[in-house]
């Protein structure tokens, strides 16, 4: 049991470059979700998914795509990466609505010069 | 609207010494809330959670909070502080639907020998 996973753990960009941050996880959970944590911010919700085939915005998503194609993964995009998007990503899954706890990946951490 | 504010971004304890982290929340409906603690380059990792159950919570690694619904407050304590404590603590809130976390801007605990 894995748990949460993340590819690639790192990534250098250049700017306009695209890419996807691949998240998997093996606990069956319905949500799921993508942060960028920057110095003094704290987490911030990008995207988020609260079953397969369906994707919501979260707090920052401009710039930023999502699929979840399959329950156990969620890819996050970037199409044309800006140096705003230097960051350290992370994914995270939830059981359902009745439960509370997200479970974190590793992170990926993305420099875009 | 939900948001959680953490007064101090750094605090220093002496090894034996009490830990106390501070958490304020702002919440529309009655919250859950929850301390995260992430160590250097690795993705964050519940400590405890408050979900309308007892106020005072127990947490893993000898961790607890108390909720204090007049006081808006789940502050982070431990009696006696060890070195492997040194970590930066997340303090979130949620209380909408699809839980959805709220994150506050992080405290990192530097713990001197």
């Known amino acids: 049991n894995a748990g949460v996973t993340q590819t690639p753990k790192f990534r250098v960009l250049k700017t306009g470059q695209s890419m996807t941050l691949l998240c998997a996880q093996d606990m069956n959970h319905e949500y799921m979700y993508w942060y960028r944590q920057d110095p003094g911010m704290g987490l911030r919700l990008i995207h988020y998914s609260v079953g397969e085939g369906t994707t919501a915005k979260g707090e920052v998503p401009d710039g930023y795509n999502v699929s979840r194609l399959k329950k156990q993964n969620f890819l996050l995009g970037l199409e044309s990466a800006a140096p705003s998007q230097t960051s350290v990503y992370f994914c995270?899954?939830?059981?359902?609505?009745?439960?509370?706890?997200?479970?974190f990946g590793p992170g990926t951490r993305l420099t875009v010069t | 609207a939900q948001s959680v504010t953490q007064l101090g971004s750094h605090v220093s304890v002496s090894e034996g010494a009490l830990v106390l982290l501070r958490c304020n929340y702002s919440s529309s409906v009655p919250p859950y809330l929850f301390w995260y603690v992430q160590y250097p380059n690795q993705g964050l990792q519940l400590l405890l959670k408050?979900?309308?159950?007892?106020?005072l919570v127990k947490g893993i690694n000898g961790f607890e909070a108390e909720f204090k619904k007049s006081e808006t407050s789940f502050h982070l304590t431990k009696p006696s502080a060890h070195m492997s404590d040194a970590a930066e603590y997340f303090c979130a809130v949620s209380s909408g639907g699809y839980q959805k976390v709220t994150f506050g801007t992080g405290t990192k605990l530097q713990v001197i020998p």
């Open positions: 995270a899954s939830c059981a359902g609505i009745q439960f509370h706890e997200q479970y």
């Open positions: 408050y979900t309308s159950a007892a106020t």
